[in-house]
């Protein structure tokens, strides 16, 4: 429970780059040091292990980047958001910078329900006609297999346009369906449909691969990729990366 004699600083970052490759854990720690260097009056527990008093939204999956992150921080007195914000710029890693604050009532969702909706952009190594979404994905979860339903999390349809595909996932209060699984699920049934005439060699590799490969490709404003041909028959389909790029509630 936040302390209501605190003020509760919502900020909003990025994590992009090379620092998608950081784990929940580690961007927790990082934005800890970036609050210290800041010289911000944040609040600290109580106890036998006292600690900083900040909370973060929801994770994301290692390689999969954000642009509009979330975490809460509670201050023992009043600054300006615009202070605490020049601040926090000044302390923050440019694939991990700070883009906004602004104070929250005490009675807010916290930052890890306040939004179950979100959006994602992923970037493929080419453009395919269309890309199935599958009914069930199977994942694994302490050593047991479960099966999720694709239409229980996703809102609406999958957009592809090019080689971008965008969708939005809801995080349900049972669960929740990561975006870098569904799309695996995704380029795998694309790949198994048209697969038929590859290369003995590219059927294996189907089979392995399962971490996101970041590359870099250049988007304009519509966020199609250049430089994109056209899958090709008997291509291999890749997933390049994916950034969750809204939340909302």
Known sequence: MPDPRNFRLRATFCKQGRLALLSHLEVARALERTV????????????????????FGAALPVGVGGLREVF?????????????????????????????????EAGEPAA???????????????????????????????KKEKVLRVSDFLVGEMQVAGAVATFTLEAKPTGSLRPDVLLRACVDAYNNAGGGDAP????????????????EYELDADGAAHG???????ELLRIVSVTRIDQRA
């Open 72 to 104: 809460d921080l509670q201050l023992t007195r009043y600054v300006p958001p615009e202070g605490a914000l020049e601040a926090l710029q000044a302390a923050s890693p440019p694939d991990l910078m700070v883009k906004s604050c602004r104070y929250i």
């Open 228 to 234: 994109c041909a056209p899958c090709a028959p008997g």
């Open 36 to 55: 210290r260097r800041a010289g911000l009056p944040f609040a600290i527990s109580q106890g036998f292990s006292p600690h900083m008093k900040i909370a």
């Open 112 to 142: 890890s329900v306040a939004y179950p909706l979100s959006t994602y952009r992923a970037l493929l190594s080419c453009a395919p006609a269309a890309l199935p979404v599958p009914d069930e994905v199977t994942v694994v979860r302490k």
């Open 200 to 215: 003995e060699e590219t059927v294996r590799a189907r089979r392995v691969g399962n971490a996101l490969k970041v590359w």
